[in-house]
């Protein structure tokens, strides 16, 4: 199972207004754990208000460059990003996850390739990743990136991406394309379109001898880029796809009233047990057994709080508790006590419940 | 162009999801039961592999008995990998269950699971010897591979990644299970050949499953299927039924 390890912010550095680089060391022993492929996440999580948010950012240094670096982008009214971009300060501690993902292809040294990145707006990080290390690591491979943004200034790592193809004169090609901003040339003006794709093939981009393409940007745009390499001849195992942050909401939940004095008549005591220890808590019958865990500082696993992945599941030894929603455990589940504890609110005075089993 | 399409039109439309966190709940969850499913399957398949070991003729077959049981235990852990992503504790799934577990071989028990794992319903039968062994692998691995095609286009990237390296290592198994029957009929075993072609037979059919027609359409706008129980079955039954007649042997 994975687990959460400490991260410092080294370094934050503004690449463009609205979107923060941060530079991380694993501290307290989680060197080990955050050996990447280029191309990785991490998901982190950090506690607003008394509510847990997890979220996932894409590392975008190279495996050579020697750090370890995400880029976060602000999104409108996501708390996490805001925070990332406001509040988090040089020698904060995060929290996070070994390094996920498969968004890369097998880096061989021998290798002549030709590779094809799409990026949109804040997705260029994981591909910003990949194409350092592939140019470092495969001197014969060569690497075009199409990047569309909205304009000018809200291109991240603009001047790294020009300092790169200084670097390896000739093996890297940036075909920007912006959505307002009008460019020299027509067709580098609106959205990457499957249309806008074809018109690429036919003079920019040499789409025959293409061995692998990767695409992370939002979603109409992926379907779009799929659409038209499919068209030219690329099968599902040369494209390689990373969907980013547009489907996670992050939206803090809004609290009610701090807890109903009327529910203190309506108390249980729960005895609950997780990693072989046991503790008992008195909470209020309209908390779940999942939140109480929560709130007392038990690691108790959850993922989706929506009554579907399972996560969550305990078994009821004693008492009883009601699920308000089960998508996930089938009714033999059910019969034999299991609950996921995200949904499950205490019914008894008293009740008994265990992770472990 | 819409630029905040929803995930729903997105799936429907043919896009790919790629990690935990931009997985919706319910597609979490047939996800979920999709890669339990392989895992409980390979896990459950190699321990049965691994009791009928010893009974190899030769010392190539039991290498080649030993090698199915290394590589399924090998493809569970690919998948296994993936689950754990989405929280699934890997340590204690490998060990919390008796893998090698059977009902009687005359238990009547359809396309249904077991309470305790999510193992296709064929593999909760026992093998009976070598030659058993080699039909119920030759059968199932036909049945795997259609499946895997199937798995290797859908919607969760790293998943259909998994099944497309684990595809061509389990049609191998195949491949050993077809060999060594033409050993077996030449040295005259077809009687017993064919009783386990009768036995295994329906069994594997019964694991394709039925066609829900609700169930399927909701997976198939995931992205999680294409085909149906059905179709895929009838793809099965054409091929392996043209590969027990090179052997001699017939479909039921």
């Not at chain 1, 499919?230 to 807890?259: C, N, V």
């Not at chain 1, 059910?334 to 419940?353: F, H, I, M």
């Not at chain 2, 077809?178 to 064919?194: F, P, R």
Request: with cysteine; hydrophobic share 40%.
């Amino acid at each position: 199972m994975a687990r959460f390890h400490d991260l410092k912010v080294t370094d934050i550095h503004k690449t463009i207004r609205d979107a923060v680089v941060l530079t991380l060391e694993p501290v307290n022993g989680a060197a080990e754990h955050f050996e990447f492929t280029a191309g990785q996440y991490l998901t982190f999580r950090h506690d607003f208000d008394g509510e847990e948010l997890r979220r996932s950012y894409s590392i975008c240094a190279g495996k050579d460059d020697g750090v370890l670096q995400v880029g976060i982008k602000r999104v409108e009214g996501g708390a996490f990003s805001s925070w990332a971009n406001s509040d988090l300060q040089v020698g904060d501690v995060m929290q996070a996850m070994p390094p996920m993902g498969s968004f890369h292809t097998q880096i061989d040294a021998n290798a002549e390739r030709q590779y094809l990145g799409f990026a949109g707006g804040s997705g260029i990080t994981p591909v910003l990743s990949i194409l350092r290390t592939t140019l470092a690591r495969e001197p014969k491979s060569r690497f075009t990136l199409v990047y569309a943004n909205k304009g000018i200034n809200t291109i991240m790592f603009r001047e790294e991406l020009e300092d790169l193809k200084n670097l390896y004169m000739g093996r890297l090609n940036v075909i920007h394309i912006l959505e307002a901003d009008a460019q020299e040339i027509d067709l580098f003006t609106g959205l990457v379109t499957q249309d806008k794709c074809a018109q690429l093939f036919q003079h920019w981009i040499d789409i025959e001898n293409v061995d692998t393409a990767f695409i992370c940007g939002p979603e109409p745009m992926m379907l779009g880029i799929a659409a038209a390499l499919r068209e030219h001849g690329l099968d599902d195992s040369q494209i390689k796809f990373e969907l980013f942050a547009s489907a996670q909401p992050g939206r803090i939940r809004r609290k009610t009233g701090a807890a109903d004095a009327a529910t203190q008549a309506n108390q249980t005591k729960a005895q609950i047990t997780l990693d072989g220890s046991t503790q008992t808590i008195t909470l209020p019958k309209d908390q779940s057994i999942l939140e109480a865990a929560l709130d007392n500082a038990m690691d108790a696993p959850f993922a989706c709080k929506a009554g579907v992945c399972s996560t969550c599941r305990c078994r009821v030894l004693e008492g009883e508790v009601e699920m308000v929603a089960n998508h996930a455990l089938e009714d033999y589940e059910v019969e034999k006590g299991y609950v996921l504890s995200c949904q499950a609110y205490p019914v008894t005075d008293r009740v008994v419940v265990d992770y472990d089993q | 162009m819409a630029e905040d399409m929803t995930l729903d039109s997105y799936l429907a439309a043919g896009g790919v999801l790629t990690n935990p966190t931009n997985v919706p709940p319910r597609y979490r969850a047939e996800l979920m039961k999709l890669m339990a499913t392989f895992v409980d399957s390979e896990l459950a398949g190699a321990a049965g592999f691994a009791d009928i070991i010893n009974q190899g003729p030769g010392i190539k077959e039991r290498i080649a008995a030993a090698r199915i049981v290394l590589e399924k235990t090998d493809n569970a852990d690919r998948v296994l990998t993936i689950m754990g992503e989405f929280g699934a504790d890997t340590q204690r799934y490998a060990t919390h269950h008796p893998w090698t577990a059977r009902l009687d071989r005359n238990a009547d028990i359809g396309a249904t699971r077991s309470e305790h794992d999510m193992r296709l319903a064929v593999f909760n039968y026992p093998i009976t010897g070598w030659a058993d062994a080699v039909i119920m692998n030759l059968l199932m691995s036909g049945a795997v591979a259609e499946q895997l095609a199937e798995f290797s286009t859908i919607s969760y990237q790293p998943l259909a990644e998994a099944f497309r390296t684990i595809a061509p290592i389990e049609a191998h198994h195949g491949e050993l299970a077809v060999e060594e029957a033409a050993k077996l009929a030449e040295e005259g075993e077809t009687a017993q050949l064919q009783a386990s072609v009768d036995y295994w037979w329906p069994r594997v059919a019964a694991s394709f499953g039925s066609s829900r027609t609700e169930k399927h359409e909701a997976l198939r706008k995931l992205g999680l299927r294409r085909l149906t129980g059905p179709e895929l079955k009838s793809r099965w039954q054409a091929n392996a039924t043209a590969t027990l007649d090179q052997l001699g042997l017939a479909a039921p």
